[in-house]
């Protein structure tokens, strides 16, 4: 998981505006968290300005985003599947044959051929949000976060691309996300159709109530 997106649960302001209730056990999270990166940042230096220099750079590749990931989410909201490295590398290689579908235009709008996701699905071995395993979700949302930010008109600061940040910032910060990963699974997907469809306000207090009433289905 990309714990970068907890940097927005670090913030007091952010935490104040927002008027964000933080279970006790995410603060304690945080804490650590913090003192692990003071902890690294001190060790990079060492080994940067050391006598010996053996600290590599590298420079990540670029995630490239089809043109169709932005038709289609316009219209449906994309499942975390579509995310993951392989099915981007699918698509941006094979964008010419994915399926399509004519989508109910919007008003003011023309007609819009969107994926297929159902034919689509047939062509990706990773092609089931249920069955995703911990390691692909995390790769998934990995991906997903840049992709909503881009999305975000008014930036990667603003309620879209917000959202989306705690939202994947609260499951990292859960102690047992683990052992509790099929219940978080459920949680997830009604969380983000909520807010797909009616663009609720992040509120962790109202996901710690769906993951109790889903463990406590188990």
Known sequence: MNLD?????QNADFVKLNQLEMPKYIQTFLLKRKAAESLAAFDNKQRRDGPINNWLSGTPTPIIYHQLLYDGDNYS????YIFHADNLAY??????LIPLVKANPKPGESKTNIMNLKALALKLEINDNAKLTIHEYDNCIKNRIPFEESRDSKGPTSAHALWW????????SRPNRVKEF???KKVEIEARTEFCTAAVKFNPMNYELK????????
Not at 5 to 9: D, G
Not at 165 to 172: L, N, Q, V
């Open 5 to 9: 997106n907890l940097s927005l649960l």
């Open 77 to 80: 909201t994309l499942p975390n």
């Open 91 to 96: 698509i941006n290689t094979n964008a010419s």
């Open 165 to 172: 940040r705690c939202h994947a910032a609260y499951d990292a």
């Open 182 to 184: 099929e219940a978080w």
């Open 211 to 218: 993951m109790n009433r889903v463990l406590w289905k188990r």
